[in-house]
Structures are given as C-alpha cells and as structure tokens.
C-alpha cells in the first residue's frame, strides 16, 4: 500500500514553522510588557506546546521506522557471494528497548498487570538486522554477536527434531541396460535441539531509574543485554549440547571437520594452513564454500602480525590502509568467547541454523527485599538453541597462535 504520511522533511518544516510562531507569540507580548498569557494568548500558545509535542514524537517514530527499514552497510554483503542474502537469527532475538518502553511497562507492574518487552520481526520479514547500541562508556564496549551472522528460525514448541545426514556411500555409475543399478546409502541420524535458556538480571536504585541518572539507567539496560550477548556467543561457539543441558554448539558435533596447522614454511607462517582448511571443506562431504572465520582477537593478532622473508605482512601490503579484517576473503569475527589458538571456519548457508523459541526480553519488577529498598530490577533473557545439519560444512583448526604479538621483528634476510 503507498505511504500516504507526510514526508520527514515536511515535518520537520512544519515543527520550524510552529516553533517560531510560539517564540514571535511570546517575544511580541514581553515587548508589550505582558509577563504572562491569559485568555486566547493562553489557549493559542498551549495549543501550539501541543502541536509541536505531536510533531516530535511523530518525527521521532518516523526516523525509527527509517532506520529499521535499513539494512547496515557492513552486513549488505555478508558472506561476499552474491547468491547469498542477508537473513540474519539476529533479526528473530534483536536488542534494545527504549527508556519510555521500560518506563510504561514498569507502570504496568504498578497497577499488578504483566509486563514484557519483547520485539519480535515478523516471520515472513527476511533482510532486517537490529541497530547496534552504543552503549555509555562508564561499561566497557563489547563485541559483535554471533547470531547476527547466523540464519535463523523461529519455533514454537520448546525443542526442534531435525535429520543429520554425515555420510553417503556408493556412487553413481553407467550402467548398461537391464543391469541392477547401484545403490545410495545415506544413513539418516534424528538429532534433537532444545531450546536453552539464557537469562541475568539486575537492579537500579529508583532514584537512579525514576531521572536522577538516565545516562547509567541506559548504560545499565545496554549492559544486561550486552552480557546476555556475551554467554550466547559463548553457546552458539562452544555449548556442550543436549546431553549437557546446553546450547548445540558449533563444535559441539563429533562429525565435524579438523585441520592442524603446523606453521608452514620457514617463517612458520599460518596463512598457507588456512588455505588447507578452506580445501578440506570445499572437498569435504558438504562441498562447503566458507563464508565466516571465528578467531579470538589475541589469535587474530597473532596472524595478522606475520610477515614473509622480507618483512611485509601476509595480511596486507599496507596493514594502515587495506582493509585487514579478513581472511583469504572470509569475514572474521572475534571475541574473547572463542578459544585461543582454534580457529573455526563454516559455511553459514548450508551448516544449519539458529532456533529462536522466545527472543531477548526484558521484565521489569522485584525481587525479595526490592520493593522496600526501592531498588528496580530488570531481567533478561531468550531461549535459543542450534541445529548442525551438516556437521561438515565446519572446520576446526587447530595450532594456531594463542598470544597476540608484543613486538614484530622485521625480517631482513633476503634482502638486497
């Protein structure tokens, strides 16, 4: 259906143009000597406070839907194939929540109602990425989410059956006519992803969370998810899987694929290890082409740091102004949540996916002694799992650096 809404710039206009009839209303009766509106003044200056109320939060609600209509830059290509589209798990358990979100629900628990945030996409809404929060620098930053660069699907029953097909014996042959033909074997293995559940809480002073300090109620609302951001990259790398009670992680598996780097050449590089382990996976059973590299950052440093004989960087002629953020054309993603010295290569599109049972919420209410102590609690959680359909379509490199680099050595032998 069209839009039929005024344009952004056409409220905003008409904002200005309120805006500074109100200030001429009020400048024209100080010049007469009237220090305060009464009668029609009164009621045509209120009604323009009005007005310009509407507009802002009308304003307000239109850049919110602009920018989650957007699809960050940094995502439009993920996966560098064209064939492959941004439909992130990230879109089905997004983050944040506004200060007047938190504030209506916790109005709700106010009068004995229930209260939950949650922001749900659609189903049948494909491409849509949240908006990254910047949190206030009193926390520390943290990092990027592995959900966001993983599909998902959304379930809603609390555990999902799925096939895992790791192997297929037999091949196909000519075959003359009226011979037997030979025959395919794939054994089918039924695996079982329970959704897990993720969740922290923490609690505000209700003078902090009530105006006194909306910055850190911000900061503290950031964090909570942030934290809950934290353990989920966490599962979704390493989680232990059912019979542990714990996400399937994507090493999880005993059927996916392994490579040992040994440090190749006599500058024991590891640049040439990684080009192994993309063949073991193009060649594997999946034939997967990898599209996501998982490194913690000291292992990252550590590989981005190698030079050849000649002291020039493996990564990039000029580390200062090419982009370094990938390898042999595969996106890296860090964190402190992966292991030091693994690495994990994986093909996002055909691995298998993220199941969603209930996105990132936050509650608001009390606990214990809260209620006397006027202290707010905020609770968060989501239950997510994962399926690994093909197991081979995921290489886990081992040997890798574990420490980033103190100093570089420039190597000079070689040169002239």
Not at 108 to 119: C, D, K, P, S
Not at 160 to 168: A, F, N, P
């Amino acid at each position: 259906m069209p839009d039929n809404r005024p344009s952004l710039a056409n409220m905003i206009e008409a904002r200005e143009r309120i805006r500074a009839k109100a200030v001429d209303l009020l400048e024209r009766r100080h010049a007469a000597g009237i220090e305060e509106l009464s009668g029609p003044d009164a009621t045509r200056f209120r009604a323009m406070v009005s007005d310009l109320s509407d507009l802002d939060e009308d304003i307000e609600t239109r850049r919110e839907d602009d920018r989650r209509g957007t699809v960050p830059e940094r995502y439009a290509n993920l996966g560098k194939l064209e064939n492959r589209s941004v439909s992130s798990a990230g879109r089905l358990s997004p983050l944040g929540h506004t200060d007047e979100q938190l504030r209506r629900a916790f109005d709700q628990i106010n009068r004995g109602e229930t209260a939950v945030l949650e922001t749900r996409a659609p189903a049948d809404v494909t491409g849509l990425v949240p908006p990254e929060l910047f949190p206030v620098p009193i926390f520390p930053r943290h990092e990027g989410r592995l959900l966001e660069r993983l599909p998902g699907h959304a379930i809603d029953v609390p555990a999902l059956e799925y096939i895992e097909v790791v192997s297929t014996t037999g091949t196909a042959a000519v075959v003359p006519p009226g011979q037997p033909k030979p025959e395919l074997v794939m054994p089918a293995d039924q695996k079982t992803a329970t959704a897990r559940k993720i969740a922290a809480h923490v609690g505000i002073t209700w003078e902090s969370y009530s105006g006194d300090f909306p910055a850190f109620v911000t900061a503290v609302q950031t964090e909570l998810m942030r934290c809950i951001t934290d353990a989920e990259n966490q599962q979704l790398y390493g989680g232990a899987g059912e019979a542990s009670g714990e996400v399937n992680g994507l090493l999880s598996s005993p059927n996916i694929l392994t490579f040992t780097a040994t440090g190749y050449g006599p500058n024991s590089e590891h640049w040439t290890d990684l080009l192994g382990a993309i063949s073991t996976l193009r060649s594997g059973p999946a034939l997967a082409s990898p599209d996501l590299f998982l490194l913690h950052p000291h292992t990252w440093a550590a590989l981005r740091a190698e030079q050849d004989q000649y002291g020039r960087f493996y990564v990039a002629a000029d580390p200062s102004r090419d982009q370094v953020e990938q390898a042999w054309g595969i996106d890296v993603l860090q964190s402190v949540q992966f292991t030091p010295g693994v690495g994990v290569l994986l093909d996002t599109t055909i691995y298998g996916r993220v199941v969603v049972r209930e996105s990132l919420v936050t509650r608001i209410g009390y606990a214990g002694t809260d209620f006397t102590q006027n202290v707010v609690r905020l609770l968060s959680e989501e239950r997510i799992t994962q399926t690994i359909e093909r197991p081979q379509a995921i290489c886990k490199i081992t040997g890798l650096p574990t420490a980033a680099p103190t100093a570089t050595e420039t190597k000079s032998s070689g040169r002239k």
